[in-house]
Each structure stands twice: as C-alpha cells, then as structure tokens.
C-alpha cells in the first residue's frame, strides 16, 4: 500500500484538497481510502497521541487487508516524532509527504472564518494555526510543499494528483497515466491552456 500523508496547519487546506483527491480518483474507479486524522482526534478528553496512533494502526490495516493501494491520511504534524510514528503506524510499504502552505495570517482567518463563533477553541485553534504556518516550514522529511495561498483547492489537489501520478513508488496504474495521458484509465489529466 502505498500512502500519501498530507500535512499543513489548521486553515491550510488539507481536509477539502484531500477529499478533491480522494473524490477524482474515486470518480475514475480508482480504489483509495481517506484518513483524518483531525476528525480521530475528536473526543473528550482528547485522547493521548499514543493511542490515536494505534487507532491509525488499526484504521490503515483494515484498508490494507481490503486490498486498497493508495492511502490517503491528513494530519497536523506538528513535529518530526509525530510523523515517524503516523508513517509507522500505516505500514504503507512507501510514501510521499506533502505539506500544504500558507501565510499564517491565511490560516489563522481561514480558522476565524469556517469555526462558529460561539465555540470556545475557537480562538486558541485560530492561535495555534497561526504559530504552525511558521514553525511546521522545518519540518524534516517533507517530500513536497504546495502553496494554498490564494489559491483553488481543485488547482492545488491537480497538482497533488501529478505528484502521486509521477511518484516512482506509486501504484502502477497511477503512474501507467502520467506516461500515457490518453490512456482511458479515467484519471484528471491537466491541460494546460494557451
């Protein structure tokens, strides 16, 4: 199996560019399987990292055992202890990790704007978004970073979708369409326009 983990602060992009991913190649009859790991974080007390992983565990297991070749996973890594534990628990036999990125102005009003007011993390996550647009930049391990930055969420999933595409690891009917862009295996081909 191989997995596409996707990264970025709150505010970011990474739940609506994953599911633009997850939908085309659905669409195309392309088998894959999306993990949130934000929405597995939802409980309270939150639970501890240690047992979120185990949940990713047994979640990418399940998808593995069905047969699925691609995984999609977003996550806030907020360091590099955290990935390497998120990488591990998927047993993905290889991966690409990209890390959405924008101004942390951007984040912190994308935030704002999409959390009801009257939620009482509202603020904090606005914060906390805010301080990871600068800190998550040095992160280790990042195969790729794409700008979201004024940007469409489907432009920035099409480019994520070339990276899969052009990835040597990925699987072979993935990347049979970045060779053979005529080839009807219903995956988006990007055009470019004059």
Same mark, same amino acid.
């Given at each position: 199996m191989f997995l596409l983990l996707l990264t970025g602060p709150p505010g970011s992009g990474k739940s609506t560019v994953a599911t633009a991913v997850h939908d085309g190649l659905g669409e195309a009859g392309f088998a894959n399987? !999306?993990?949130? $790991? /934000?929405?597995?974080?939802?409980?309270?007390?939150? !639970?501890?990292? =240690? *047992?979120? +992983?185990?949940? %990713?565990a047994a979640l990418a297991g399940s998808y593995r055992e069905a047969g699925y070749p691609l995984? $999609? +996973?977003?996550?806030? %890594?907020? /360091?590099?202890p955290y990935r390497d534990? %998120? !990488?591990?628990?998927?047993?993905?036999?290889?991966?690409l990790t990209v890390r959405l990125d924008a101004a942390p102005e951007t984040v912190r *009003?994308? %935030?704002? =704007? *999409?959390?009801?007011?009257?939620?009482?993390g509202r603020d904090e996550l606005a914060g906390a978004a805010h301080r990871l647009a600068t800190?998550? *930049?040095? $992160?280790?391990?990042? =195969? !790729? +970073? $794409?700008?979201t930055d004024g940007e469409d969420a489907e432009a920035v999933a099409a480019r994520l979708t070339d990276a899969l595409r052009h990835h040597p690891a990925a699987p072979a009917r993935l990347r049979s369409a970045a060779r053979d862009p005529l080839d009807r295996v219903g995956l988006p081909v990007r055009r470019e326009h004059p």
């Open positions: 399987a !999306l993990i949130e $790991l /934000d929405e597995l974080e939802r409980s309270y007390p939150p !639970l501890p990292a =240690d *047992r979120l +992983v185990s949940h %990713v995984l $999609l +996973v977003t996550a806030t %890594v907020e /360091d590099d534990a %998120v !990488l591990t628990a998927t047993g993905a036999d290889e991966h *009003r994308r %935030v704002l =704007d *999409r959390e009801p007011e009257s939620w009482s800190t998550m *930049r040095t $992160l280790a391990g990042i =195969d !790729l +970073v $794409l700008k």
